[in-house]
T-cell receptor, first 114, second 114 residues
């Protein structure tokens, strides 16, 4: 069965600092991995996805994530945080069951300090 | 914008009353999903559909039923609402049949059961 674990339910970084949101996955098969972002009072929006092509995946708004099989990780990074990055971020893995659903982590709320 | 609308966007109801939430899509995608989002739990799958009249249960389906009589509409019904069903409900669609396809989310329905 597939699962993801997000380390840290809240992360605070200063504006202009590096953003690092951690995600570790568990999967018995090569995983498909996603990062979604949720701004306040909105639905989820895809940031980026990994589907067994390049291990460094670039997404929207300057975010990127690197798939590391040896570490079973898919951490999300951004070199310089903006105030507009304040949101909740969800790591997710695709299920290979019949439902083809996406299994979400519990989320990390990113706070940007001025 | 994946052409997904949810109605109502907000609802307050009383324990024991039936409630139906509607998800409508304009793109005729085959797969549709209902999730609930609760603090500390991320998103959890309630039910999903892989075509008209083809539905199946997710991980938290107790107390919920669904129907899909048309491609564009996926209805979620709480037969007798309970306070534990107070949550934000998201509908999602998945274009295509490839397992790598992204899920796109609606804006959500905030349901409060008093």
């Amino acid at each position: 069965a597939q699962s993801v674990t997000q380390l840290g339910s809240h992360v605070s970084v200063s504006e202009g600092a590096l953003v690092l949101l951690r995600c570790n996955y568990s999967s018995s098969v090569p995983p498909y991995l996603f990062w979604y972002v949720q701004y306040p009072n909105q639905g989820l929006q895809l940031l980026l996805k990994y589907t067994s092509a390049a291990t460094l995946v670039k997404g929207i708004n300057g975010f990127e994530a690197e798939f590391k099989k040896s570490e079973t990780s898919f951490h999300l990074t951004k070199p310089s945080a903006h105030m507009s990055d304040a949101a909740e971020y969800f790591c997710a893995v695709k299920s290979f069951n019949r439902d083809d659903k996406i299994i979400f982590g519990k989320g990390t709320r990113l706070h940007i300090l001025p | 914008d994946a052409g997904i609308t949810q109605s109502p966007r907000h609802k307050v109801t009383e324990t024991g009353t039936p409630v139906t939430l509607r998800c409508h899509q304009t793109e005729n995608h085959r797969y549709m999903y209902w999730y609930r989002q609760d603090p500390g739990h991320g998103l959890r799958l309630i039910h999903y559909s892989y075509g008209v009249k083809d539905t199946d249960k997710g991980e938290v389906s107790d107390g919920y039923s669904v129907s899909r009589s048309k491609t564009e509409d996926f209805l979620l019904t709480l037969e007798s609402a309970t306070s534990s069903q107070t949550s934000v409900y998201f509908c999602a669609i998945r274009p295509g049949v490839s397992g790598t396809d992204t899920q796109y989310f609606g804006p959500g329905t905030r349901l409060t059961v008093l």
